[in-house]
């Protein structure tokens, strides 16, 4: 298996896109709270992106 770092992986524009949209949010954002949901946001949907990706590799090993 050959060893891959997220850093070494490209982001397409879009991807960049909604990375610069989170972080303006992030920025401009003051609510202590909502920084608390937004962040509990970002942890799911990163958990999901790589739960995906992993079930996309097992079946491609299958």
Known sequence: M?????SEIPLT???QFRVERAC???NECNDVEA???LSKALIVTAARERA??????DRLKE
């Open 2 to 6: 050959v060893d891959v770092s997220s």
């Open 13 to 15: 524009i879009e991807q």
């Open 24 to 26: 303006r949010k992030i």
């Open 35 to 37: 920084l608390k949901q």
């Open 52 to 57: 995906f990706s992993r079930v996309v590799m």
